[in-house]
């Protein structure tokens, strides 16, 4: 455990003392986020704030990993490669989003094809990996204990990869948001594995959240660099592997759940604007968008969905030790 706890904490240091250069960097390259108008007018005053903040985020995971986490568990090795390429496609995906760029190819119909079948082929290949170079538990249940559920699990590791990271992404809206409640869920994630006695598991997670806890200190509000999906989709894979590699996949919507609300809540208005043709269910998807729009100051928002983010984690830790 301690192991474990002290590498989060230099994993924390090394992204606080990599923020503010990497934050001038972004700034004199101007590297500024594009807001939509079709979104909260109080975003608008964000626009030019430097995106691509991932970068800190990753670099800190991919090194507390290798040096930390990979020498307890080769096995690690999966997790930090799905870091390492699935930030690449969120690097590509961001691209689309600075300022002056709004009609690049990346938001265009073909360009986020592109980037589903990136994360996709991924999820692919680590499911594949995960059923059959990893000896990982296919499947358990609270109370009830494991199962081998066969082939199966490919398809199931598959969409658990996909979904969860799809939904940290569309979570990524707001300063603090994201990166607090995976701060949170990978939290949760590593007090399992270290009760499972997987050191290796433990101690990604725990880089994770210190790298998280480095780069809170710029996400802050107001943010003065946004993770972007650089950061969002490589938090979301690695959640789900992580999740995976523990065997507690099943738990991954309790302690994850308000990255599922907030994808649900994108299906449903989606689903009922086609239904209705053209009502919407939410003010505004994703959800947090519509607790602003329903007068909600942003910061209220995050507090809010961050405290429902620690009571799923807690519900999810005690299910997972449930004998």
């Known amino acids: 455990m301690p192991y474990a706890l002290f590498t989060g904490a230099a994993c924390a240091i090394a992204a ?11 700034r004199a390259r101007k590297v500024g986020k594009a807001i939509s108008s079709e979104g909260p007018q109080s975003h608008l005053v964000k626009e030019g704030t430097p995106t691509m903040g991932g970068l800190l985020i990753v670099a800190v995971v991919l090194a507390g990993g290798l040096a930390a986490a990979v020498p307890k568990d080769r096995n690690v090795l999966l997790p930090v490669a799905v870091v390492a390429v ?60 494991a199962y081998d559920i066969g082939p199966a699990y490919i398809i199931v590791a598959f969409a658990v990869i996909v979904s969860m990271t799809s939904a940290v992404g569309v979570t990524d809206g707001l300063d603090m948001l994201a990166g607090s409640t995976c701060a949170v869920a990978f939290a949760a994630f590593g007090a399992i594995a270290l009760v499972q006695g997987q050191t290796g598991v433990a101690t990604f997670s725990f880089a994770v959240v210190g790298s998280l806890l480095g ?18 989709l490589a938090l979301g894979a690695a959640l789900a592997v992580v999740a995976l590699m523990t065997g507690w996949w099943l738990l991954a919507p309790v302690i994850g759940v308000v990255f599922v609300a907030e994808i649900l809540a994108d299906v449903i208005q989606i689903g009922y604007f086609r239904l209705t043709g053209g009502k919407r269910f939410f003010r505004m998807a994703p959800l947090h968008h519509h607790f602003e729009k329903a007068g909600w100051p942003e910061t209220t928002v995050t507090a809010r969905f961050l405290a429902v983010g620690v009571v799923g984690a807690l519900c999810g830790v005690a299910l997972a030790t449930l004998r």
Request: proline share 4%; glycine share 10%.
């Open 16 to 26: 606080f003392a990599g923020g503010r250069p990497l934050v001038a960097f972004l």
């Open 86 to 145: 699935i930030s690449a496609v969120g690097f590509f995906d961001d691209l689309g989003t600075l300022v002056n760029r709004r009609q690049r190819e990346a938001h265009a119909r073909t360009g986020m094809a592109l980037k589903l079948m990136g994360f996709s082929a991924v999820a692919v290949v680590a499911a594949w990996l995960l059923y059959s170079a990893i000896d990982a538990p296919r499947l358990l249940v609270p109370h009830f204990g």
């Open 215 to 232: 780069f809170l200190w710029y996400n802050a509000y107001p943010a003065r660099v946004f993770m972007g999906e650089t950061g969002s």
